[in-house]
Each structure stands twice: as structure tokens, then as C-alpha cells.
């Protein structure tokens, strides 16, 4: 009896060791299991810019993706998925769970489509902001054959053939359109808007004179105004551009106060966690800010910004209340 009781008792301790041992183990794995989880990224990053390829949000977006591929161990791609004045794409990003896919945000999706839209299919709460990008003036250019060399003539020679000027945007709601109606409400005088999908398909059309004017974001369009393709009038910058030295701002041409840049900063979805945010605001502060970058940036007249996420999501808001006056008065409308 005595043997039988002293083998149950060997029995139990061996259980008992190996139980220890196990725990031992696992928790020896437990910090690389952590360690396996916190290394965000772990894949490719897809950057969506929401609008076709040629304007200004691509330039900043690929900006953005070079230098951040530097620095975060995977590579940064962008992927542009035009169409519904960017809804599409922003829709698309509010619900993907991969946790590797941020946007672009920009002064047309954030700003001016929840005040055109009767609803949306997505919300701001979507979303957690990452860090304002750029700003990039708006510059005012028409047709190289338009008998225009300045704003008031402009002004003049719109009033002269009343309904027959016309200026291009990249879409109802776009940065362009909120540019020029901006100015049309300024100077009162009237242009027809032709709204077309996306900066490329508008531009071609401005080169071959079938639309008149427009509102342009100085990164795509200063290669154009430079090889006399086009003409700018007037930038939309609180300074003349060291670019354009000899274009004189909207506000010098009898508009005080006048100003009118595009802006672009990046976005991730509601469900990415608060310390991949913090870190990609902060590598992506360091890739605006980065020489080869900043020469990009300022070669294209863009001005590279950079931020934390509470100070993006301030500036959304104030945006929003800057621009939902100019659309209602505006009466601007989706396609």
C-alpha cells in the first residue's frame, strides 16, 4: 500500500514538473509573439489617391511614397481609384480590415463632399486622420490663344461674350471647381463649368481649346505654363511664386485678401490601431520633410507641411467651416 501511495506521489510531481516546464516555455515565447504583432508593417502599403492620374494628388502622394519606403521596411504604392468625386475610393479605404491600405485625403472629399451630397457612404468617423501633406496653389490659366493676359481683361472679355466662356475642372466638387467659383463669386462675373473626371481628360481638353480657362494646382500644371502651352494669370498664393516670379497673385489684381491653395494629407481607416497612427505620422512627417522630397515638393511650387494627427484633424474642421459657405452660395451640386 505504502509503495503504491509513493508511486501516485512520483506520478503527480512528474505532471507537476512538466506543467512548470510548459508554462516556461510558453512564456519564453510570449515576447516574440508581441514582438510578431507590434512589427507594423508587416506588407506593401497600398496608398489610394481618389482621382485619376496627371494632377497634383498624385504628385504628392508618390512623393510621400518614396520617401516613406525609406523608412518603414515595406514598400509604399499607390493605387489610384478615381471616380464619384472620390467616394468610390473613400468608401472602399472606410471598410478595408487589412491594415495596410490608407488614403489620400483631400479639400474635395473632406471638405466640400459632405456639403454637395444629400448622403454619403462614408463618414469622417471612418477614418482617423495621419498627417497633413501639402499645400499646393491654385493657378488661374487660360487657352495660350485666349486674348487674355490678366485678370481684368479676363474679367472684360467674359463680359464682353456673355455665356460663351468657358472654364475645365477635374469633377463637380473638385479643388479646380471650388477654385473658380471661388473667384467667380470675387469678381461677379460668369464662366459655364465644364467638369470633367479628373485633372488628365480636363487638361487635354484646355491645350486644345475646347474649354477656356481654369483653376489648376501649380504642381500640375507649371510644366505646361512654363513650355507656353498654356497661361497663367494669376496664382491663387498669398505670395508670388518664386516659380512665376512675373504672374501677380488674385489678391494683387484688386482682390485683397484672396487665396486659394489645394491641400492633401493622408488618412487611415477607423479600425487602424492608435500606435500604427502615431508611428506612420511620424515617419511620414520625416518623409514630407526630407530633402529629396522637398525637392520635389518645392519644384512643383508645393509646399510640404508635415503634422501630428490632432493637428490634421483641426485643420479639417476649420477647412469645413471655411468652405461650406462658399458652396452654398455657390449652389455646387455633384455630377
Known amino acids: 500500500m505504502e509503495s503504491n501511495t509513493v508511486r501516485a506521489q512520483a506520478s503527480i510531481r512528474r505532471r507537476q514538473l512538466l506543467i512548470a516546464g510548459g508554462a516556461v516555455g510558453l512564456g519564453s515565447l510570449l515576447p516574440g509573439v508581441a514582438s510578431a504583432q507590434s512589427a507594423w508593417p508587416a506588407k506593401s502599403i497600398r496608398f489610394v489617391v481618389p482621382f485619376a492620374p496627371g494632377g497634383s494628388s498624385e504628385i504628392v502622394a508618390r512623393s510621400t511614397a518614396v520617401e516613406l519606403s525609406k523608412t518603414l521596411g515595406q514598400s509604399v504604392y499607390v493605387d489610384n481609384k478615381p471616380g464619384a468625386a472620390g467616394n468610390i475610393a473613400m468608401s472602399e479605404v472606410a471598410r478595408s480590415e487589412d491594415l495596410h491600405t490608407i488614403i489620400l485625403g483631400h479639400i474635395g472629399t473632406l471638405a466640400v463632399n459632405p456639403y454637395i451630397f444629400d448622403k454619403l457612404p462614408w463618414a469622417l468617423k471612418d477614418f482617423k486622420p495621419v498627417s497633413l501633406l501639402a499645400k499646393v496653389p491654385s493657378l488661374y490659366v487660360v487657352n495660350a490663344d485666349l486674348p487674355v493676359k490678366n485678370l481684368k481683361e479676363l474679367i472684360a472679355h467674359a463680359k464682353r461674350n456673355p455665356g460663351k ?75 508670388r511664386l518664386p516659380q ?14 484672396f487665396e486659394m491653395t489645394q491641400w492633401y494629407g493622408m488618412l487611415a481607416p477607423s479600425n487602424m490601431p492608435q500606435a500604427n497612427i502615431d508611428k506612420l505620422a511620424a515617419e511620414t512627417m520625416k518623409a514630407v520633410k526630407a530633402p529629396e522630397s522637398q525637392r520635389r515638393l518645392t519644384g512643383d511650387a508645393a509646399e510640404a507641411i508635415g503634422g501630428t494627427p490632432e493637428q490634421f484633424a483641426q485643420f479639417i474642421a476649420a477647412e469645413q467651416e471655411r468652405w461650406k459657405k462658399v458652396i452654398a452660395r455657390a449652389q455646387i451640386r455633384p455630377d
Open 165 to 239: 466662356l468657358s472654364y475645365g475642372s477635374a469633377g463637380n466638387g473638385s479643388a479646380g471647381h471650388l477654385a473658380f467659383e471661388y473667384f467667380k463669386m470675387a469678381s461677379e462675373v460668369f464662366m459655364l463649368h465644364v467638369p470633367y473626371k479628373g485633372t488628365g481628360p480636363m487638361l487635354t481638353d484646355l491645350l486644345a481649346g475646347r474649354v477656356d480657362a481654369s483653376a489648376i494646382g501649380a504642381a500640375a500644371i507649371i510644366p505646361f505654363i512654363k513650355s507656353g502651352k498654356v497661361r497663367c494669370i494669376a496664382t491663387g498664393s498669398a505670395q
Open 244 to 257: 512665376l516670379p512675373d504672374v501677380p497673385t488674385v489678391a494683387e489684381q484688386g482682390f485683397p485678401g
